[in-house]
């Protein structure tokens, strides 16, 4: 059985935004944004079962955590990513959405496998 090392995660909600911002320590991977090593835990327009909404709760957010870095490590040792996938941007291409206070990319995800 393999040992995954211990992680020190950053949780920031910023200003009034109800969609916190992640950090992790530790190595970077596919899913995290090269320009403040912050996790892309998932993808905003998702639909609210598919990720993290602010009346889940801490505990349901500290899963979704658990889950997106033992993904990683999985990555990291095999070459594959478990699960599903969003299209990635660089972060300077995200765009203020006016409905909400969350950032969004202006892409669509593609449909689930």
């Known amino acids: 059985m393999p040992f995954y090392e ?4 950053e949780i920031r909600f910023n200003g009034r935004s109800r969609n916190p911002t992640i ?10 944004y090269d320009n403040n090593g912050a996790l892309c835990i998932w993808y905003p327009h998702d639909p609210p079962e598919s990720r993290w909404v602010f009346d889940d709760g ?7 955590i658990q889950g997106h870095l ?10 594959e990513w478990l699960g599903p996938e969003a299209p990635h941007v ?5 765009v203020k959405d006016e409905t909400d206070d969350r950032d969004h990319t202006d892409l669509r995800r593609p449909s689930r496998r």
């Open 90 to 94: 660089p972060r300077k291409e995200l």
């Open 23 to 32: 950090r992790v320590d530790g190595p970077s991977s596919p899913h995290r």
């Open 58 to 64: 801490l505990l349901a957010l500290l899963n979704h």
């Open 70 to 79: 033992f993904r990683e490590a999985w990555w990291r040792e095999t070459g």
């Open 6 to 9: 211990p992680r020190n995660v």
